[in-house]
């Protein structure tokens, strides 16, 4: 990037120099960048910086700007500018407080356009927004970090779906050792919410991480996770289906069939699909599923209708089915949670934060009682927080430990 | 995200009204995405529209900014600002002319400030910065875009390298059909260049679209592609390695071992690795290795080095070794070029753009005619452009369809 700055800004006056420096660049390798260049100015600061206390130091250069602010995901209200402050140097600067260990999310507003920062290189989209991403170390984020540990290979597979009647990507981790292994491996199946897709549980969920880090440390039994779309119109994540970009990721749930249940009931195909590829134990007690809001009323669901599929259940700040729907899928759900219940599981966990601003908290641990009265080994787990990732993370932190043992 | 928004919005004044929209949403299936929103106005337009005619209108709300311009990598002089004009209410806007076909990547420069497209969610991260995408239909870009065709999986498989003394990731293709195939693939080696990694070639370079539409058409053999980290120091990606964010990908080749050629000489060990985990045939003739800028080099030093292993060579706008260099690699680099050429191969195939800036179409014209006279297949391809992306697909096009025939 550098090479090209130089090149642009030179031409014509200082050609020769510019030239030279080209050639003295170019015989070790080339710049494989094009020639889109940041201002000048993005390239001369570094943000953030996470400083020893943990406190975050964020710089913009923007000498032009009238304001400049950080929203971050830590602020106690979410969502809510911190304005930066200008220095003489036209460098827009701020300091959080000392923040706890977590994996946070950020943009800047300039002069009221909300944008990622310009210096870091390194984003997460979430829904349809492109955020700015740091980590404070510590107990929660290490989980989400590479350590020099055995890494565990990841894979974006395409399985036939004849009750959708499409090709469909699924994401899938493979524990380490898993190609020299002899054994067969239990599986987790893990869901994602509303406006997510297969790419959301690895992308903001760190499973890769979380997995091999667990693993690592004995704390997990060696696991696939796979890591279906729950779009039942879509093939795969948006930009990766036959729509390309014309399939523009939103926070909505109008997505065609998205309150039919078909997705929930051709999930068997899924299943088999695995269970067909990969060295599994293909039986329920080595099978979960686990999911968050949209993606743990599916496995409310799928786990309901298919009661001899998965001995662990996990509901992380779930939604729940309607009741008078008259989908297959969830008529008389609650029929079929006694039989569920009956037949038997292993482990039905359900998780929630005090402050989901769905105001399901209380219906979370309302049905964590009731699956408890049926008999069956329940726990209900209250955090912090509302319907955010960071929770979302804790509840896999939480809940894979306690699979397959 | 408007959930979101709406509930920060109207807490307090109409927090009722708002608490009934959310209980009627949040049956269906609950918002996943954090909120952390982005500035209301930014989700009221739509950008950027890709019109009949192929021209391209981007939109950015943005009534506080003094000037807004687009920096796009269309324009004759790449780089360059094209101001947006300011309608009365607030959205700036631009129009291009017709584009041709092509993957485009931009940013709007906002009071001095470059940023990603607020309302585009699609983006792609080269180098140390993170571009808004959109594609112009037709000849090329119908290559880069997903279709109704078998797709290949794709993996992200960890090796270990012993003379590197580190687990090291490879990005794997394998063309549809490769799970269920009792035969064995010829393979592709897929180097980036300088300031990538293993994801560039996917991310930026299309293979795995290329290789799916290329392959359904019948146009290229079906085979796998092999995509390593070619930057000898780093396990991975920036990201992706246990130095986690503070690796921060940067356009420079001072990446520690960029220069020793020790990567080049430890290649053999990721052919081992792929002959032993994937189904290939292991041999010369079913073995191509091609690659870009720094990638280029890399592929004529390993050919070079190791002239039994591949039958085809593709350099891409490629920098060539130092002949003084003391390193193993490229030491005698002319007189193993000599004893390839001896052994033979089927296919040399150099392409660089005449407008390269780094100089290196003449020199690369020049070591096609030194291969030539040596007495190999050789193939010299003048591009128009430089030293971009849209080269280097458009190399893979040509050069893909000509293996393993």
């Known amino acids: 990037m550098i090479v090209t700055c130089i090149f642009l800004s ?71 500018d911190i304005p930066m402050k200008k220095g003489k140097d036209g460098v827009w600067t701020l300091t959080t407080a000392p923040l706890s260990s977590e994996m946070y999310t950020y943009r800047f507003v300039v002069d009221g356009v909300t944008v990622i920062d310009p210096a870091n290189p390194f984003t997460r989209r979430d829904v349809n927004s492109v955020f700015s991403i740091f980590y404070i170390n510590g107990p929660q984020a290490d989980y989400y970090q590479v350590h020099d540990v055995p890494h565990g290979n990841v894979e974006q597979v395409w399985y036939h779906s004849d009750r959708l009647n499409m090709s469909r990507r699924i994401q899938v981790y493979l524990p380490a050792g898993y190609d020299k292994a002899r054994t067969n491996y239990p599986v987790l199946y893990l869901l994602h919410g509303s406006g997510g897709d297969e790419n959301a549980w690895m992308e903001l969920g ?58 929930e009931l051709s999930f068997p195909e899924i299943v088999a699909f695995i269970d067909q590829h990969y060295k599994t134990v293909a039986d329920k007690k080595h099978r979960a599923i686990a999911g968050l809001s949209m993606g743990g009323k599916h496995s409310l669901t799928i786990s309901a209708n298919f009661p001899d599929m998965f001995d662990y259940i996990g509901l992380f700040s779930a939604g729940f089915p309607k009741k008078e729907s008259q989908y297959e899928a969830v008529r008389d759900i609650d029929a079929k949670l006694k039989v569920q219940a009956e037949k038997g599981y292993r482990l039905y966990w359900v998780g929630c934060g005090v402050d989901d601003q769905f105001d399901i908290h209380d219906p979370a641990r309302a049905f964590a009682e009731k699956m408890q009265a049926m008999g069956g080994n329940t726990e209900f787990h209250s955090s912090s927080k509302g319907h955010v990732w960071s929770n979302w993370r804790q509840y896999l932190l939480d809940f894979a430990p306690k699979l397959f043992k």
């Open 10 to 80: 030179f031409t014509n006056m200082k050609q020769t120099i510019a030239h030279i420096l080209l050639l003295l660049l170019s015989w070790t390798g080339l710049a494989a960048q094009q020639n889109v260049g940041p201002a000048a100015s993005a390239a001369t600061v570094t943000s953030p910086v996470v400083n020893e206390n943990n406190t975050v130091t964020f710089r913009l250069a923007a000498p032009k700007a009238k304001s400049v602010a950080v929203i971050g995901d830590w602020t106690e209200k979410a969502g809510a």
């Open 206 to 263: 760190h499973v890769s991480r979380i997995m091999d880090n667990l693993i690592a440390q004995g704390k997990a039994e060696p696991m696939i996770v796979v890591m279906p779309n729950g779009n039942s119109s879509k093939q795969a994540a948006p930009g990766e289906t036959s729509e390309n970009l014309s399939y523009r990721p939103a926070m909505t749930n109008r997505l065609p069939g998205i309150k039919d249940g078909e997705y």
